[in-house]
Nanobody, 130 residues
Framework: VQLQASGGGLVQAGGSLRLTCAASGSIFSINHQGWYRQTPGKQRELVARISSDGNLNYADSVKGRFTISRDNAANTVYLQMNSLKPEDTAVYYC?????????????????????????WGQGTQVTVSS
């Protein structure tokens, strides 16, 4: 299972960006998918997350400015970021908790099943200039 993130860049304060995270691979289901961000010397923090039943979670600092949405058929989530501030500058990471199908060869024969996985995408840099 892989997550492909895109959409970061440089924008002036007050501007907008949209991040995209596409999940691919042997995915049976996605429990929740979202975005975290990290700046140097700080812990990675949750920005926004959407669950399979549509439940949304946002960091207080982005409420009213950021919107997370999902295309279930494409296993893709989007983060629309409006009214960006310099303090939003960070590397943004896509994250997903999935149930993945697996296949392995065992001495007694093939084994198939499903297992939970937490997957991270590569980071994408968002820089907001003042």
């Amino acid at each position: 299972v892989q997550l492909q993130a895109s959409g970061g860049g440089l924008v002036q304060a007050g501007g907008s960006l949209r991040l995209t995270c596409a999940a691919s691979g042997s995915i049976f289901s996605i429990n929740h998918q979202g975005w975290y961000r990290q700046t140097p010397g700080k812990q990675r923090e949750l920005v926004a997350r959407i669950s399979s039943d549509g439940n949304l979670n946002y960091a207080d600092s982005v409420k009213g400015r950021f919107t997370i949405s999902r295309d279930n058929a494409a296993n893709t989530v989007y983060l629309q970021m409006n009214s960006l501030k310099p303090e939003d500058t960070a590397v943004y990471y896509c994250n997903a908790h999935v149930v993945a199908d697996y296949y392995t060869e065992q001495p007694w024969g093939p084994e198939v099943g499903r297992r939970p996985l937490e997957v991270w995408g590569q980071g994408t840099q968002v820089t907001v200039s003042s």
